[in-house]
Structures are given as structure tokens and as C-alpha cells.
């Protein structure tokens, strides 16, 4: 009989549980170096096909007025450049006070910077190769810009601005790009800006802006902000927090004050509530009665700003604008800083009738008893605008009576 001999148990296990532990991390390991190879591998070619497909190309300072600073890719120095300079990606462009420059990029498309404007080139790179587009992306920190996306077939271009409260996409067009204190406006004039803003998809077309503040908020307005409080007279006219309409007066002689009241026209074709001013001088005195409102609006490279509203003058005891020139029965003025820093003061006046021939050089001439519309381009009668201080409402001569309605100061 055979007998049967078992052999001993250590004999039929298996290796030791540390041996197989380390087999399995082993094999852990060359599986994720090779995952991670894979990964690299992947990367680097794209990133040679990339480098093979696109070239990086600079752009050029076509104008300058004044100075603007340069600092190139990662190094801490700047200077100035001249016009015909070349700008490549990576380098940072900051204008100086009281200065101008417009940047030519490759694919045809500039950007005009306006004082203490910075700006940077993210990206410019052009295809070598068809059925790749041209790609372009600047990063705005400051100031205010006018951009114009060059024209072109759909998809060809990629044009991008990084501004502090996201990104814009900018298909062929104009727009005006503005930083603020208090919020970031992009002005649309012709073409499309697309913004991705909180996970949703935002078209800003053309005649509108969106105005982006810093907590993630946005609205749609027209491309045309009007900056005034309460122009159509609507609401408390001299409201006691200092914002809207203050009155003044400007009397240096005892005599009847002019006075200022908020009245409904009857006519039928009036433009709605109106401020009237009126005044029967005693001694043929001259007087100034009227309203102030401060704006602190930066306009730099404003494409428009213009004034509009409507008015009615009823009577006014000096002919044309007075004995200088300087009393007419509604006047505006507005105190502006120049691209220099200077400030100035615009005024406009209107009357309606001259028979001593008085001078009225910054005088518009308006039917007696009616209402009239009236509208100015600021940005063409206001040479080197950039900041618009206040404006002010008034009357001024002897005796008048005259009412202005539905004021708006529109700015881009």
C-alpha cells in the first residue's frame, strides 16, 4: 500500500505578503510612469505642432504724443520708444501723463491708448500654415482705450481682451474699453463683444455697452450713457445728499433775485416737466440764477459726448447776449480737463432776438414763446477732451424768463 505524504504547509503558500505587496506597487508605479510618459508625450507634441503652426508675430508703435514706456517680457526695466518701435508678446506698455499712442498690431487691427493707459501682449501669433486662425490677446490694467478689430471672413482671427473683471472676445468692429474707480465699461460701436460672466454667455451688439463691476455684477445700457441726475426735473431738485442739481446765484447788486421752479408746460407739444427761470429786475442789475451738478466723468477717447435737451425762451430784456456777449436768457457751461491736464470752461448760449446787434459769439439764435430741441457734439467742440467737472444751468442778464426740459448729457 502506497502512502500518501503531505508536504509541509509553508511549502505550497504563496511568496510572503510583503513580497506580493511589493510586487503590486511595482507594477503601480511603471503603470503610472507610463500613463504619465503618455501624458508628457501628448503634451509635447501639441506643443510642437503648436510651435510649428504659429509664429510669433510683433507689433508696431505707429504714433506717439508725448511718452510712452515700455517694459519687455519679464524684465524689470522700462523706457521710452519712439514711433516705428516694435511690441512683442509679453511686453507691457504703460502711456504717460498727458500722452497718446496707437499700437498697429499684425493682422491689421490697432489700439489707440490714452493717458495712464496700461496694456499688455498676452499673445500675437499668426498661422504658417492654412486652417489655423490668428490669435491676439492683450490684457488691460488701467485707463482707457479705443480698439478696432480689423475686418475679415468669419473664424479666421481670435481676438481677446483681459480686462479685471473677465474676458471679452471681440469680433471685427470698434469698441471703447474704459477702467474705472467704480466699474468697467466696453462701448460696442460696430461688431460684437461676447463675455463669459458667471457662467453665462453675454453679447454686448453694436450701439450698446455693458458696464462690469468688481462684485461680479453687470448691466446692458445704450452705447450712449447720459451721466445726468435727474434731466427730465422729475425728481426732488435740490435733494439733500449733495447728489443731482444745487442751486446758485450770482448777484452782486441789490435788486430782485431771479428765482427757479419746477413747472408742468401746457403746450401740446412740450417735452415734459421743465425748470423755469425767471427774474424783473428793479435796477437793470445783472444776475446769474441757476443749477450746478458735479459729474467726475473720465471720457478719455470718448468716441461721442454729446449734450442734448430742449428749451423755450419767453422773454429776455438784453438784446443778443448782452453788452459782452456773456448774459444770454438760457445758457449751459461745462468745465472740462484737456488731454494735457489744462482745465477749461465751454459755454453755450441762446437767444432770440438781437436788435442792438450785441455780440453773441457762442450764441444760438431760438424762436421767441417756442419749444426747441437742441443738441452738441462735445467731443468736436471741446478740443482734447478727457474729464468732464461739472456743468451748470442758467439764466443771466437783466430780466428773463426762460425754462429748459428733458436736459441729457451723453457720454460712450
Known amino acids: 500500500m502506497r502512502a500518501i505524504i503531505s508536504a509541509p504547509q509553508d511549502l505550497v503558500k504563496g511568496p510572503p505578503r510583503s513580497e506580493q505587496a511589493m510586487e503590486r506597487a511595482t507594477w503601480l508605479v511603471l503603470a503610472l510612469a507610463l500613463l504619465l510618459f503618455g501624458v508628457l508625450a501628448t503634451a509635447l507634441s501639441a506643443r510642437a505642432a503648436d510651435l510649428v503652426a504659429y509664429v510669433e508675430a510683433p507689433g508696431t508703435i505707429e504714433e506717439i504724443s508725448g511718452v510712452l514706456l515700455v517694459r519687455p517680457g519679464e524684465t524689470a526695466a522700462q523706457g521710452s520708444v519712439a514711433a516705428g518701435a516694435d511690441v512683442f508678446p509679453g511686453d507691457r506698455l504703460q502711456v504717460s501723463f498727458g500722452s497718446t499712442a496707437r499700437v498697429r498690431l499684425f493682422d491689421g487691427s490697432y489700439v489707440d491708448l490714452f493717458p495712464e493707459t496700461r496694456l499688455r501682449i498676452d499673445r500675437a501669433r499668426a498661422p504658417r500654415f492654412g486652417g489655423r486662425r490668428a490669435e491676439t490677446q492683450l490684457g488691460m490694467e488701467a485707463g482707457a482705450t479705443r480698439v478696432v478689430v480689423a475686418s475679415g471672413e468669419p473664424g479666421i482671427r481670435l481676438f481677446e481682451?483681459?480686462?479685471?473683471?473677465?474676458?471679452?472676445?471681440?469680433?471685427?468692429?470698434?469698441?471703447?474699453?474704459?477702467?474705472?474707480?467704480?466699474?468697467?465699461?466696453?462701448?460696442?460701436?460696430?461688431?460684437?463683444?461676447?463675455?463669459?460672466?458667471?457662467?453665462?454667455?453675454?453679447?454686448?451688439?453694436?450701439?450698446?455697452?455693458?458696464?462690469?463691476?468688481?462684485?461680479?455684477?453687470?448691466?446692458?445700457?445704450?452705447?450712449?450713457?447720459?451721466v445726468l441726475v435727474n434731466g427730465r426735473f422729475t425728481d426732488r431738485l435740490y435733494p439733500l445728499d449733495g447728489s443731482g442739481w444745487q442751486f446758485f446765484e450770482d448777484q452782486t447788486s441789490a435788486d430782485v433775485r431771479g428765482q427757479i421752479s419746477v413747472e408742468v408746460p401746457r403746450e401740446i407739444n412740450a417735452p415734459g416737466p421743465a425748470v423755469r427761470f425767471t427774474r424783473q429786475s428793479v435796477s437793470q442789475t445783472?444776475?446769474?440764477?441757476?443749477?450746478?451738478?458735479?459729474?467726475?466723468?473720465?471720457?478719455?477717447?470718448?468716441?461721442?459726448?454729446?449734450?442734448?435737451?430742449w428749451l423755450k425762451i419767453d422773454d429776455a430784456s438784453l438784446s443778443g447776449g448782452g453788452y459782452l456777449g456773456s448774459e444770454y436768457p438760457v445758457m449751459i457751461r461745462i468745465r472740462y480737463s484737456t488731454i494735457r491736464g489744462g482745465e477749461q470752461v465751454w459755454t453755450q448760449g441762446f437767444y432770440y432776438q438781437n436788435p442792438e446787434n450785441r455780440p453773441v459769439g457762442y450764441g444760438d439764435r431760438k424762436r421767441q414763446g417756442e419749444w426747441e430741441y437742441f443738441e452738441k457734439d462735445l467731443t468736436a467742440l471741446m478740443p482734447s477732451l478727457t474729464f468732464l467737472h461739472d456743468i451748470q444751468v442758467l439764466a443771466a442778464g437783466h430780466s428773463y424768463d426762460a425754462s429748459v426740459a428733458n436736459l441729457r448729457l451723453l457720454v460712450d
Not at 162 to 186: F, N, S
Not at 195 to 213: A, C, E, S, Y
Not at 298 to 308: E, T, Y
Open 286 to 309: 445783472h444776475n446769474e440764477t441757476g443749477l450746478r451738478q458735479r459729474l467726475e466723468r473720465d471720457v478719455a477717447g470718448a468716441r461721442a459726448v454729446v449734450l442734448a435737451g
Open 161 to 226: 481682451l483681459m480686462i479685471p473683471t473677465g474676458v471679452a472676445r471681440l469680433e471685427p468692429g470698434e469698441y471703447t474699453v474704459r477702467i474705472g474707480d467704480d466699474a468697467t465699461r466696453i462701448s460696442v460701436w460696430d461688431g460684437k463683444a461676447t463675455m463669459l460672466i458667471d457662467r453665462q454667455v453675454v453679447d454686448i451688439p453694436p450701439g450698446k455697452k455693458i458696464i462690469l463691476t468688481g462684485d461680479g455684477r453687470f448691466e446692458l445700457a445704450d452705447a450712449l450713457e447720459n
